[in-house]
Nanobody, 120 residues
Framework: QVQLVESGGGLVQAGGSLRLSCVAS????????MAWYRQAPGKQRELVAG???????NYADSVKGRSTVSRDNAKNTIYLQMNSLKPEDTAVYYC??????????????WGQGTQVTVSS
């Protein structure tokens, strides 16, 4: 079993910054993909930023230029630095990881989410 634990959310004024962290723990052979998603009230969950299995990064157009995703493979951790935050960034941010276990099979896991609220 694999657990993902996010941290770093909170209340911030527009124009401010936050850094989210997500740590994966459990029986992990390797992590193929790791990414941040978000879901605002009444909206579908959407990709914010993340790493593909090839190590490339993807960003949603809405956060390009304002956010940086990074990863510490040794710590099974992904970070999301968000700057120049806007009220429309308000959402629950979820960490997702595609993890290969010792049996060689890959499964997708989700964290419990961390709330980010940006006040105007």
């Amino acid at each position: 079993q694999v657990q993902l634990v996010e941290s770093g959310g909170g209340l911030v004024q527009a124009g401010g910054s936050l850094r989210l962290s997500c740590v994966a723990s459990g029986v992990i052979l390797r992590i193929n993909e790791m990414a941040w998603y978000r879901q605002a009230p009444g909206k579908q969950r959407e990709l914010v930023a993340g790493f593909t299995s090839g190590g490339n990064t993807n960003y949603a157009d809405s956060v390009k230029g304002r956010s940086t995703v990074s990863r510490d493979n040794a710590k099974n951790t992904i970070y999301l630095q968000m700057n120049s935050l806007k009220p429309e960034d308000t959402a629950v941010y979820y960490c997702n990881a595609v993890v290969v276990g010792m049996a060689g099979f890959a499964f997708s896991y989700w964290g419990q989410g961390t709330q980010v609220t940006v006040s105007s």
